[in-house]
């Protein structure tokens, strides 16, 4: 897909068909993420794959939305603070780094016809234990992957004058 209709054509998808994600596409998806700018090239993130099938008590308690559950995985990007490039004004590159790799990897999915819906809003407490992150591993943001049950939404977005200012 040509990259302009792609982004067009992302959305957040909150219905997922319960069939599998083939392994070469989860790679692919992976592999997108693996190759996502960071500061300094640090890539002071880790990717967890957590296959909903059996767990989705557990994960219903980082967040809780069925549809989160629909899909046949659920991807964490997590940060690793220490790892991180820091300006020297002391502003950690960690959440950053991991967002741009987050998006690498929602993008990439839609690409391959897979759907994604970024998930900031969850409990940090739960995933951390849960999903048994070592001591200075911080979660930063989720997303379901599966096949869309559902279609592409309208989206609002404000106009360029409100975004952009020249200099």
Not at 9 to 20: G, I, Q, W
Not at 56 to 63: A, G, M, R, W
Not at 98 to 104: F, G, K, N, R
Request: with cysteine.
């Amino acid at each position: 897909m040509e990259f302009t209709e792609l982004i067009q054509k992302r959305y957040s998808c909150r219905a997922y068909k319960p069939d599998s994600v083939e392994e070469e596409k989860l790679n692919r998806v992976l592999e997108a993420a693996r190759l996502a700018p960071t500061a300094a090239n640090r890539q002071p993130f880790e990717i967890i794959v957590i296959p909903t099938a059996g767990r989705k008590d557990e994960l219903l308690k980082i967040y809780p939305r069925d549809w989160l559950v629909q899909a046949p995985l659920v991807l964490g990007v997590c940060g690793i603070p220490a790892q991180a490039w820091v300006r020297r004004d002391g502003k950690n590159y960690v959440d950053v780094d991991a967002a741009i790799a987050m998006d690498h990897l929602i993008l990439a999915a839609a690409d391959l016809g897979l759907g994604t819906c970024w998930i900031g809003a969850f409990d940090a407490t739960a995933a951390k234990t849960i999903l048994r992150l070592s001591e200075g591993v911080e979660p930063i943001a989720f997303t379901p992957l599966g096949y869309p049950a559902d279609s592409i939404r309208s989206k609002s977005r404000k106009p360029l004058a409100e975004l952009v200012r020249f200099l």
